[in-house]
């Protein structure tokens, strides 16, 4: 048969200005990102006379995003699959409270400190996987919504972690965990003196002490490599395409013959995971467990992932998005913050943006002109 | 005619006391076209989700490739080279198309002796084309979601997809449903490119001009039972009809 069939896009045809606008709206994050450093660089100076950006309030943005950022990586897997994660808060606390119990208790009984960090890790990473178990096997096997299901195991981890630290702070950790959270890859002094030092800082005296910045802690380098992980097994592995599979149409991948009910297991405990990497860094970081530091950070976590453009409906994300959300939220914070407005703002602003994130999703959608019903 | 790829015997299937599929015995050819007509009710349904493992048949036999095969799930019966296009069609429109094509059967590179495994997109994309090419299709662009495609294209993707993995036998129910009129014409014209390439097809269609358009044989249901098996050529719309609501019977004609 000579004839071809030519079967022509259905989103063909835009016109320049809509091609324009389509690329605004796919990369705005960014370009929104970029708006607000400028604003602040700017206006910080003029109205609080000291300068945004700094090598120091560069590193303060980073290191107040790494928890934001590990709640929200694995909650950008979960939304992709259209699921939902509401209990990732709480169970970075529950994983700070046991990575300094075990740390604590593996240290005194005399585990060199090290493998007591170690031990704190596998207890954080673990005792967060065994929920994400329990939040999967309950959504994926017995069909109950991921809403509900993350919502109870929230309040049950919650009562976990209070009990085990007895509503208060673990403290009474070793000296050298200090170190661990708080040291960094590289150091930058300022001044006469100064220098750029690589793993360890020279020893400081007087004024020179607070001319060094701590570029890059070890708490941010740890995130990185999550953060380009979570990349690689969500854009370049099967993992990620099933995840995308499932998030766009459930019954296609049951058909396809992917293990869908296995998979959503494994997003839950990745989920869990990566809120339980969180605690254990917080945990470095504040050197105690606290049950208290997880759960505020959940809107704003799953804000960052909104903001970064997954799409609550599944099927529809990345992980740099998701980045980028989490950095918007840290500027504004920060810059606000300098610009001595009340702290409540941030509030404010940080859910305009939200709203407004979703509402350049949507429109989106309408500039493409999607097909939905299927008839030309 | 070649020996049949699809051998159905006497096959019935019961849902309490109604019989939704009674005694059905059939053949069908390589490179056949066969329009499975019914008025709703009929057990068309019924009787392609038996053939495909879905359900599985109270009595009979449902040979393939020569064989007796008994499907426990629709996966077997796809492994056999039984593959069925639904309406919905089973595409994740958030994916491209050759996403969609390798759906759950990915081609993978391997990295550090198989420890590390990445997608080989640019892999299935060639693969895509060359499925696609077979076929004669031609999308501008394969990798955009496949939301952005029309309904007949994604058609044509399912269509890919089925051809690609090497199906032996296709079902497709109202392909051509939820369509435009020149889109509807380029789906027939696929389901004639199948059987050029000897892929049988059994289509469950109501429109009667798309049966007349690409149908070898006609077989019409009737309360679960077969009433009659037609030469396309041998018949007309307003005879099948009567056949359809139960009319004119064969198998009544020869039993009185």
């Given at each position: 048969m000579a004839t071809t069939t030519t079967l022509t896009p259905a989103g063909a045809g835009l016109s320049s200005l809509q091609r324009l606008l389509l690329l605004v709206s796919r990369l705005w994050a960014w370009l929104f990102l970029l708006a607000l450093i400028l604003f602040f660089v700017i206006t910080v100076p003029i109205f609080s006379g000291i300068n945004f950006f700094t090598v120091r309030n560069s590193q303060n943005v980073l290191v107040a995003i790494v928890p934001v950022l590990l709640l929200g990586l694995g909650q950008t897997f979960v939304i992709i699959s259209a699921g939902i994660d509401l209990s990732v808060g709480w169970v970075m606390s529950l994983a700070s409270v046991l990575s300094a119990l075990a740390l604590r208790n593996s240290f005194n009984a005399g585990v060199p400190l090290p493998l007591a960090v170690l031990l704190g890790f596998f207890a954080a990473v673990g005792g967060a996987g065994v929920v994400g178990l329990v939040n999967g096997l309950i959504i994926a096997k017995l069909k109950v919504p991921a809403f509900i299901v993350t919502l109870g195991s929230s309040f049950i981890v919650r009562g976990l972690a209070l009990l085990w630290s007895e509503n208060t702070t673990v403290v009474g950790l070793p000296d050298g965990v200090r170190a661990y959270g708080n040291e960094s890859l590289f150091y930058s002094i300022r001044g006469d003196h100064g220098g750029f030092y690589v793993f360890s800082p020279p020893t400081l005296t007087g004024d020179m002490v607070r001319q060094m910045d701590r570029i890059l802690s070890w708490p941010v380098v740890a995130a990185m490599v999550v953060v380009v992980i979570c990349m690689f097994v969500l854009h370049r592995q099967q993992f990620g395409r099933y995840t995308f599979a499932i998030g766009g149409n459930m019954q296609a991948a049951l058909r396809a013959g992917i293990p869908v009910d296995r998979h959503i297991i494994k997003l839950y405990m990745l989920s869990a995971i990566t809120a339980g990497i969180g605690g254990f860094l917080s945990m470095l970081q504040f050197t105690g467990g606290s049950a208290s530091i997880g759960d505020p950070l959940l809107l704003s976590s799953i804000a960052a992932v909104i903001i970064g453009g997954v799409s609550l409906f599944g099927g529809a994300g990345t992980v740099i998005g998701t980045v980028i959300g989490a950095l918007i939220i840290a500027v504004l914070t920060t810059g606000l913050v300098m610009l001595n407005v009340q702290a409540f703002w941030q509030f404010i602003v940080v859910g305009a943006v939200v709203i407004v994130a979703v509402l350049i999703d949507q429109s989106r959608d309408l500039l493409v002109g999607r097909y939905k019903g299927g008839a030309e | 005619m070649s020996e049949p790829i699809l051998s159905i015997r006497g096959l019935s299937k019961r849902f309490g006391g109604l019989t939704a599929v009674n005694k059905v015995s059939w053949d069908i050819a390589p490179g056949e076209v066969v329009a499975l007509l019914g008025d709703n009710g009929a057990g068309k349904s019924t009787l392609i989700k038996c053939i495909s493992g879905v359900y599985q048949p109270d009595d009979g036999e449902i040979w393939f490739g020569g064989e007796k095969r008994n499907f426990s799930r629709p996966v077997e019966a796809r492994g056999a080279g039984i593959e069925t296009i639904y309406q919905d069609l089973a595409l994740a429109q958030n994916l491209d198309v050759p996403a969609n094509i390798f759906l759950g059967r990915e081609m993978k590179r391997r990295y550090l002796g198989g420890l590390i495994k990445t997608l080989d997109d640019k892999k299935m994309l060639g693969e895509s084309r060359v499925g696609l090419d077979a076929l004669d299709i031609v999308f501008?662009?394969?990798?955009?979601?496949?939301?952005?495609?029309?309904g007949g294209q994604r058609q044509a993707v399912a269509i890919a997809r089925a051809i690609y993995w090497k199906a032996q036998l296709m079902i497709m129910d109202e392909p051509t449903n939820n369509l435009g009129v020149p889109e509807q014409q380029k789906v027939l014209e696929l389901i004639r490119r199948l059987r050029d390439q000897g892929t049988p097809v059994i289509l469950i269609t109501h429109t009667m001009p798309d049966v007349f358009a690409v149908a070898d044989r006609i077989l019409v249901m009737h309360r679960g039972r077969l009433v009659t098996e037609k030469h396309t050529a041998q018949t007309n719309a307003s005879e099948l009809v009567q056949y359809m609501v139960g009319a004119l019977d064969d198998t009544r004609a020869v039993a009185t």
């Amino acid at each position: 048969m000579a004839t071809t069939t030519t079967l022509t896009p259905a989103g063909a045809g835009l016109s320049s200005l809509q091609r324009l606008l389509l690329l605004v709206s796919r990369l705005w994050a960014w370009l929104f990102l970029l708006a607000l450093i400028l604003f602040f660089v700017i206006t910080v100076p003029i109205f609080s006379g000291i300068n945004f950006f700094t090598v120091r309030n560069s590193q303060n943005v980073l290191v107040a995003i790494v928890p934001v950022l590990l709640l929200g990586l694995g909650q950008t897997f979960v939304i992709i699959s259209a699921g939902i994660d509401l209990s990732v808060g709480w169970v970075m606390s529950l994983a700070s409270v046991l990575s300094a119990l075990a740390l604590r208790n593996s240290f005194n009984a005399g585990v060199p400190l090290p493998l007591a960090v170690l031990l704190g890790f596998f207890a954080a990473v673990g005792g967060a996987g065994v929920v994400g178990l329990v939040n999967g096997l309950i959504i994926a096997k017995l069909k109950v919504p991921a809403f509900i299901v993350t919502l109870g195991s929230s309040f049950i981890v919650r009562g976990l972690a209070l009990l085990w630290s007895e509503n208060t702070t673990v403290v009474g950790l070793p000296d050298g965990v200090r170190a661990y959270g708080n040291e960094s890859l590289f150091y930058s002094i300022r001044g006469d003196h100064g220098g750029f030092y690589v793993f360890s800082p020279p020893t400081l005296t007087g004024d020179m002490v607070r001319q060094m910045d701590r570029i890059l802690s070890w708490p941010v380098v740890a995130a990185m490599v999550v953060v380009v992980i979570c990349m690689f097994v969500l854009h370049r592995q099967q993992f990620g395409r099933y995840t995308f599979a499932i998030g766009g149409n459930m019954q296609a991948a049951l058909r396809a013959g992917i293990p869908v009910d296995r998979h959503i297991i494994k997003l839950y405990m990745l989920s869990a995971i990566t809120a339980g990497i969180g605690g254990f860094l917080s945990m470095l970081q504040f050197t105690g467990g606290s049950a208290s530091i997880g759960d505020p950070l959940l809107l704003s976590s799953i804000a960052a992932v909104i903001i970064g453009g997954v799409s609550l409906f599944g099927g529809a994300g990345t992980v740099i998005g998701t980045v980028i959300g989490a950095l918007i939220i840290a500027v504004l914070t920060t810059g606000l913050v300098m610009l001595n407005v009340q702290a409540f703002w941030q509030f404010i602003v940080v859910g305009a943006v939200v709203i407004v994130a979703v509402l350049i999703d949507q429109s989106r959608d309408l500039l493409v002109g999607r097909y939905k019903g299927g008839a030309e | 005619m070649s020996e049949p790829i699809l051998s159905i015997r006497g096959l019935s299937k019961r849902f309490g006391g109604l019989t939704a599929v009674n005694k059905v015995s059939w053949d069908i050819a390589p490179g056949e076209v066969v329009a499975l007509l019914g008025d709703n009710g009929a057990g068309k349904s019924t009787l392609i989700k038996c053939i495909s493992g879905v359900y599985q048949p109270d009595d009979g036999e449902i040979w393939f490739g020569g064989e007796k095969r008994n499907f426990s799930r629709p996966v077997e019966a796809r492994g056999a080279g039984i593959e069925t296009i639904y309406q919905d069609l089973a595409l994740a429109q958030n994916l491209d198309v050759p996403a969609n094509i390798f759906l759950g059967r990915e081609m993978k590179r391997r990295y550090l002796g198989g420890l590390i495994k990445t997608l080989d997109d640019k892999k299935m994309l060639g693969e895509s084309r060359v499925g696609l090419d077979a076929l004669d299709i031609v999308f501008p662009s394969l990798t955009q979601p496949i939301e952005s495609l029309s309904g007949g294209q994604r058609q044509a993707v399912a269509i890919a997809r089925a051809i690609y993995w090497k199906a032996q036998l296709m079902i497709m129910d109202e392909p051509t449903n939820n369509l435009g009129v020149p889109e509807q014409q380029k789906v027939l014209e696929l389901i004639r490119r199948l059987r050029d390439q000897g892929t049988p097809v059994i289509l469950i269609t109501h429109t009667m001009p798309d049966v007349f358009a690409v149908a070898d044989r006609i077989l019409v249901m009737h309360r679960g039972r077969l009433v009659t098996e037609k030469h396309t050529a041998q018949t007309n719309a307003s005879e099948l009809v009567q056949y359809m609501v139960g009319a004119l019977d064969d198998t009544r004609a020869v039993a009185t």
